[in-house]
Protein backbone atom coordinates (compact mmCIF):
# COMPACT_ATOMS: atom_id res chain seq x y z
CA UNK A 1 0.00 0.00 0.00
CA UNK A 2 2.65 2.67 0.84
CA UNK A 3 3.99 2.00 -2.42
CA UNK A 4 1.20 1.90 -4.66
CA UNK A 5 1.10 5.48 -2.45
CA UNK A 6 4.61 6.47 -3.14
CA UNK A 7 4.45 5.32 -7.06
CA UNK A 8 1.36 7.73 -7.13
CA UNK A 9 3.26 10.19 -5.65
CA UNK A 10 6.29 10.08 -8.15
CA UNK A 11 4.05 10.64 -10.88
CA UNK A 12 2.08 12.91 -9.37
CA UNK A 13 5.36 15.17 -9.33
CA UNK A 14 6.74 14.57 -12.60
CA UNK A 15 3.86 15.41 -14.48
CA UNK A 16 3.57 19.06 -12.44
CA UNK A 17 7.66 19.24 -13.62
CA UNK A 18 6.70 18.41 -17.01
CA UNK A 19 4.14 21.34 -17.32
CA UNK A 20 6.11 23.22 -15.75
CA UNK A 21 8.72 22.63 -18.41
CA UNK A 22 7.02 22.81 -21.49
CA UNK A 23 7.22 25.25 -24.26
CA UNK A 24 4.61 26.84 -26.32
CA UNK A 25 5.17 26.29 -30.70
CA UNK A 26 2.38 28.75 -32.59
CA UNK A 27 3.12 27.70 -35.76
CA UNK A 28 1.36 29.27 -39.14
CA UNK A 29 -0.74 27.04 -41.01
CA UNK A 30 -0.86 29.02 -44.15
CA UNK A 31 -0.08 27.45 -47.70
CA UNK A 32 -0.39 30.21 -50.36
CA UNK A 33 1.21 33.21 -50.02
CA UNK A 34 0.18 36.26 -52.26
CA UNK A 35 2.70 38.57 -54.42
CA UNK A 36 2.68 41.00 -56.64
CA UNK A 37 -0.27 42.22 -55.08
CA UNK A 38 -2.39 39.46 -55.70
CA UNK A 39 -1.11 39.11 -59.15
CA UNK A 40 0.91 35.35 -58.42
CA UNK A 41 0.16 32.78 -56.15
CA UNK A 42 3.27 30.99 -54.04
CA UNK A 43 3.46 27.94 -51.96
CA UNK A 44 4.35 28.55 -48.29
CA UNK A 45 4.13 27.70 -45.03
CA UNK A 46 6.79 27.65 -41.88
CA UNK A 47 10.56 26.96 -42.65
CA UNK A 48 11.41 23.42 -41.92
CA UNK A 49 14.73 24.09 -40.34
CA UNK A 50 14.09 27.26 -38.46
CA UNK A 51 10.90 24.94 -36.58
CA UNK A 52 12.92 21.82 -36.25
CA UNK A 53 16.20 22.86 -34.64
CA UNK A 54 14.48 24.75 -32.05
CA UNK A 55 12.25 22.00 -31.14
CA UNK A 56 15.01 19.87 -31.39
CA UNK A 57 17.37 22.28 -28.86
CA UNK A 58 14.33 22.39 -26.80
CA UNK A 59 13.24 18.72 -26.04
CA UNK A 60 17.07 17.41 -26.27
CA UNK A 61 17.60 19.85 -23.48
CA UNK A 62 14.30 17.90 -21.53
CA UNK A 63 11.28 20.18 -22.11
CA UNK A 64 8.01 19.63 -23.64
CA UNK A 65 6.25 21.03 -26.52
CA UNK A 66 2.90 21.65 -27.28
CA UNK A 67 2.06 22.91 -31.24
CA UNK A 68 -0.72 25.73 -31.69
CA UNK A 69 -1.77 26.68 -34.45
CA UNK A 70 -4.43 28.70 -36.60
CA UNK A 71 -8.15 26.50 -36.00
CA UNK A 72 -6.00 23.77 -35.17
CA UNK A 73 -4.85 23.30 -38.85
CA UNK A 74 -1.78 21.26 -39.26
CA UNK A 75 1.05 23.49 -40.32
CA UNK A 76 2.82 22.84 -44.02
CA UNK A 77 6.01 23.39 -44.23
CA UNK A 78 7.56 25.96 -46.91
CA UNK A 79 8.72 23.63 -49.79
CA UNK A 80 11.54 26.36 -50.64
CA UNK A 81 12.71 25.32 -46.52
CA UNK A 82 13.30 21.35 -47.69
CA UNK A 83 16.43 22.42 -50.42
CA UNK A 84 19.67 20.97 -49.12
CA UNK A 85 21.19 24.41 -49.02
CA UNK A 86 19.59 25.91 -45.98
CA UNK A 87 21.00 22.43 -44.05
CA UNK A 88 24.68 22.61 -44.88
CA UNK A 89 26.41 19.89 -43.08
CA UNK A 90 22.69 18.74 -41.04
CA UNK A 91 21.39 16.11 -44.04
CA UNK A 92 20.61 13.59 -41.52
CA UNK A 93 18.80 16.39 -39.23
CA UNK A 94 16.72 17.83 -42.36
CA UNK A 95 15.72 13.85 -43.21
CA UNK A 96 15.29 13.24 -39.14
CA UNK A 97 13.16 16.52 -39.46
CA UNK A 98 10.56 15.10 -42.85
CA UNK A 99 10.22 12.41 -40.90
CA UNK A 100 9.12 14.19 -37.59
CA UNK A 101 6.07 15.93 -39.57
CA UNK A 102 4.99 12.75 -41.14
CA UNK A 103 4.62 10.44 -37.89
CA UNK A 104 4.74 13.03 -34.88
CA UNK A 105 1.51 12.98 -32.91
CA UNK A 106 1.75 16.65 -31.08
CA UNK A 107 2.69 18.04 -34.51
CA UNK A 108 -0.49 16.45 -36.48
CA UNK A 109 -2.94 17.34 -33.87
CA UNK A 110 -2.15 20.94 -32.94
CA UNK A 111 -4.01 22.80 -30.58
CA UNK A 112 -5.89 26.36 -31.36
CA UNK A 113 -4.69 29.31 -30.75
CA UNK A 114 -7.65 30.25 -28.37
CA UNK A 115 -6.93 26.82 -26.09
CA UNK A 116 -3.84 27.77 -26.04
CA UNK A 117 -4.62 30.93 -24.49
CA UNK A 118 -6.85 28.97 -22.25
CA UNK A 119 -3.73 27.28 -21.04
CA UNK A 120 -1.37 29.71 -21.11
CA UNK A 121 0.29 30.00 -17.67
CA UNK A 122 1.28 25.72 -18.58
CA UNK A 123 4.24 27.04 -20.89
CA UNK A 124 7.24 28.49 -19.62
CA UNK A 125 8.16 30.00 -22.86
CA UNK A 126 7.02 30.74 -26.15
CA UNK A 127 8.75 29.77 -29.74
CA UNK A 128 7.14 31.16 -33.24
CA UNK A 129 9.06 29.44 -36.02
CA UNK A 130 9.77 31.24 -39.09
CA UNK A 131 8.71 31.33 -42.55
CA UNK A 132 6.25 33.46 -45.19
CA UNK A 133 3.51 31.41 -43.79
CA UNK A 134 3.07 33.63 -40.63
CA UNK A 135 3.11 36.93 -43.03
CA UNK A 136 0.04 34.85 -43.99
CA UNK A 137 -2.04 34.14 -40.69
CA UNK A 138 -0.43 35.40 -37.60
CA UNK A 139 0.23 38.46 -38.66
CA UNK A 140 -4.22 38.93 -39.10
CA UNK A 141 -4.60 36.90 -35.96
CA UNK A 142 -6.00 38.85 -32.71
CA UNK A 143 -4.79 35.89 -31.04
CA UNK A 144 -0.78 36.87 -31.32
CA UNK A 145 -0.90 39.78 -29.48
CA UNK A 146 -2.92 38.27 -26.87
CA UNK A 147 -0.09 36.12 -26.98
CA UNK A 148 2.72 38.03 -26.59
CA UNK A 149 1.67 40.80 -24.25
CA UNK A 150 1.23 37.46 -21.51
CA UNK A 151 4.51 36.16 -21.75
CA UNK A 152 6.33 39.41 -22.05
CA UNK A 153 3.89 40.27 -18.95
CA UNK A 154 5.13 36.76 -17.05
CA UNK A 155 9.12 37.87 -18.16
CA UNK A 156 8.54 33.83 -19.93
CA UNK A 157 10.91 33.37 -22.83
CA UNK A 158 9.95 34.15 -25.89
CA UNK A 159 11.75 33.49 -29.40
CA UNK A 160 10.92 34.92 -32.70
CA UNK A 161 12.53 33.40 -35.89
CA UNK A 162 13.42 35.27 -38.67
CA UNK A 163 10.25 36.59 -39.85
CA UNK A 164 8.70 36.37 -36.92
CA UNK A 165 9.91 39.31 -35.10
CA UNK A 166 7.33 41.42 -37.76
CA UNK A 167 4.70 39.92 -34.73
CA UNK A 168 5.87 42.52 -32.93
CA UNK A 169 3.71 44.56 -34.97
CA UNK A 170 0.55 43.32 -34.50
CA UNK A 171 0.65 44.74 -30.93
CA UNK A 172 -0.79 48.59 -30.62
CA UNK A 173 2.33 50.90 -30.04
CA UNK A 174 0.68 52.20 -26.47
CA UNK A 175 0.32 48.43 -25.41
CA UNK A 176 3.36 46.81 -26.76
CA UNK A 177 6.03 45.90 -23.85
CA UNK A 178 8.58 45.71 -26.90
CA UNK A 179 9.11 49.54 -27.26
CA UNK A 180 12.80 49.91 -26.50
CA UNK A 181 13.98 46.53 -26.72
CA UNK A 182 17.16 45.37 -29.30
CA UNK A 183 15.91 43.20 -31.56
CA UNK A 184 16.63 40.97 -34.89
CA UNK A 185 14.75 39.77 -38.21
CA UNK A 186 15.33 38.95 -41.80
CA UNK A 187 17.91 41.98 -42.68
CA UNK A 188 17.14 44.44 -45.42
CA UNK A 189 18.90 43.03 -47.91
CA UNK A 190 18.37 39.09 -46.98
CA UNK A 191 14.63 40.39 -47.84
CA UNK A 192 15.82 42.14 -51.31
CA UNK A 193 17.22 38.17 -51.88
CA UNK A 194 13.99 36.38 -51.05
CA UNK A 195 12.05 38.86 -52.95
CA UNK A 196 13.69 39.30 -56.09
CA UNK A 197 15.82 35.76 -56.68
CA UNK A 198 13.76 33.40 -54.71
CA UNK A 199 9.91 34.53 -55.27
CA UNK A 200 10.35 36.27 -57.59
CA UNK A 201 7.95 38.57 -56.16
CA UNK A 202 6.79 41.26 -53.16
CA UNK A 203 4.52 39.76 -50.29
CA UNK A 204 2.40 42.60 -48.69
CA UNK A 205 4.26 42.57 -45.47
CA UNK A 206 7.58 43.41 -46.31
CA UNK A 207 10.23 45.51 -44.82
CA UNK A 208 10.01 44.46 -41.32
CA UNK A 209 13.58 45.66 -39.87
CA UNK A 210 12.29 49.59 -40.70
CA UNK A 211 8.85 49.00 -39.49
CA UNK A 212 10.30 47.96 -36.13
CA UNK A 213 12.67 50.69 -35.99
CA UNK A 214 9.92 53.27 -36.38
CA UNK A 215 7.63 51.13 -34.04
CA UNK A 216 10.23 52.17 -31.58
CA UNK A 217 12.57 49.10 -31.25
CA UNK A 218 16.30 48.52 -31.63
CA UNK A 219 17.37 46.81 -34.64
CA UNK A 220 20.17 44.79 -35.14
CA UNK A 221 21.74 42.16 -37.74
CA UNK A 222 24.39 40.65 -38.41
CA UNK A 223 26.02 39.90 -42.30
CA UNK A 224 23.70 37.88 -45.02
CA UNK A 225 23.37 34.18 -43.78
CA UNK A 226 24.85 34.96 -40.11
CA UNK A 227 24.30 33.04 -37.85
CA UNK A 228 22.76 35.99 -35.53
CA UNK A 229 20.37 36.40 -32.91
CA UNK A 230 19.64 39.20 -30.05
CA UNK A 231 18.28 38.58 -26.40
CA UNK A 232 17.02 41.41 -24.68
CA UNK A 233 15.31 40.31 -21.52
CA UNK A 234 12.65 37.65 -22.21
CA UNK A 235 12.82 38.28 -25.98
CA UNK A 236 15.09 36.36 -28.40
CA UNK A 237 14.93 37.02 -32.17
CA UNK A 238 16.85 35.37 -34.74
CA UNK A 239 17.81 36.59 -38.21
CA UNK A 240 17.45 33.71 -41.07
CA UNK A 241 17.74 29.55 -41.57
CA UNK A 242 21.27 29.90 -40.93
CA UNK A 243 20.83 31.54 -37.00
CA UNK A 244 19.70 28.14 -35.50
CA UNK A 245 22.70 27.47 -33.28
CA UNK A 246 23.00 31.22 -32.06
CA UNK A 247 19.67 31.57 -31.27
CA UNK A 248 19.51 27.65 -29.81
CA UNK A 249 21.90 28.78 -26.90
CA UNK A 250 20.38 32.25 -26.36
CA UNK A 251 17.30 30.96 -25.93
CA UNK A 252 17.92 27.65 -23.41
CA UNK A 253 19.55 30.51 -21.64
CA UNK A 254 16.64 32.15 -21.31
CA UNK A 255 14.73 29.54 -20.29
CA UNK A 256 17.08 28.10 -17.71
CA UNK A 257 17.14 32.01 -15.80
CA UNK A 258 13.34 32.36 -16.08
CA UNK A 259 13.47 28.77 -14.11
CA UNK A 260 16.18 29.84 -11.56
CA UNK A 261 14.18 33.29 -11.26
CA UNK A 262 11.02 31.19 -10.62
CA UNK A 263 12.79 29.06 -8.22
CA UNK A 264 13.77 31.83 -6.09
CA UNK A 265 9.80 33.00 -5.83
Not at 116 to 140: N, R
Request: charged share 25%; aromatic share 10%.
Amino acid sequence: MKMKILLTLVVAANMVQAQRNKVLFVMSAADTLELNNGGKLRQTGVFLNEFYLAYKSVTETGYSVDFATPGGVVSTIDEESVDDKYWKDNLTIKNEALEFIKTDSVFNNPKTLEKAIEHKSDYIGLIIPGGQGLMVDLKADANIPILLKYFAKEKKPTGLICHAPSLILTIPKDENPYIGFNVNCVSPFEEFVIERFIMKGKPQTRKIAKKLKKLGLKYRHGLPKANFAVSDRNLITSQNPFSGEAFNKRYLASLAEYQRNSSKD
